[in-house]
């Protein structure tokens, strides 16, 4: 329950923090070009996240990146002294327990049983998860499709989808989460 709780609040942070903007967090010269291709923020995800450690530029511009869409409902505390949604610490000690090997093939196997057509419209990206035998490269993968689909793995995750992420915007925001272990 408290994993749903943090993707709903990823989610609307991810989502509501960008209205008005253009969601692109890629940095440019003075004369409006694109950074240089070393660039964590323009290499392609695969470059950076196939067995290479998060650089500090790509922690940095994930920082920047949680902090204009995820910080107003992970970070900080409402009047009542509650977040909106988990902490990236809670989520850090939870979500590597529900994504254990045999926990998450129960979890797909119980959405395959109940709501089948919802899972067929979602198998690739569970297949994507599933297919991780790391924890580690299971978690990457995991929030990888949860930035990109709140709901890929949970019908009733109330996160909205997370507006104006580029797949590096994805890759800089999970190194910055995991930065946090």
């Given at each position: ?135 580690d490269g299971r978690?990457?993968?995991w929030l990888r ?37």
């Amino acid at each position: 329950m408290s994993k749903c709780w943090l993707l709903v609040v990823l989610a609307l942070v991810l989502s509501g923090c960008d209205q008005g903007g253009t969601g692109d967090a890629k940095k440019q010269d003075p004369k409006g070009a694109q950074s240089k291709a070393g660039d964590a923020t323009t290499q392609p995800a695969a470059a950076v996240t196939n067995g290479a450690a998060a650089g500090a530029d790509q922690i940095a511009a994930g920082k920047a990146l949680f902090a204009q869409k995820c910080q107003l409902c992970h970070m900080p505390l409402d009047s009542d002294g509650k977040r909106l949604g988990p902490s990236i610490e809670t989520t850090l000690n939870t979500l590597p327990k529900e994504l254990t090997e045999a926990a998450y093939q129960q979890r797909v196997t119980a959405l395959k049983t109940l709501n089948r057509k919802y899972y067929d419209a979602k198998e690739p990206a569970i297949t994507k998860v599933v297919a991780e035998k790391s924890a580690d490269g299971r978690l990457k993968e995991w929030l990888r499709q949860y930035l990109e689909d709140p709901k890929f793995d949970d019908p009733k995750n109330t996160m909205a989808r997370v507006a104006g992420l580029s797949p590096a915007d994805v890759e800089a925001t999970i190194a910055y989460i995991l930065s946090h272990r």
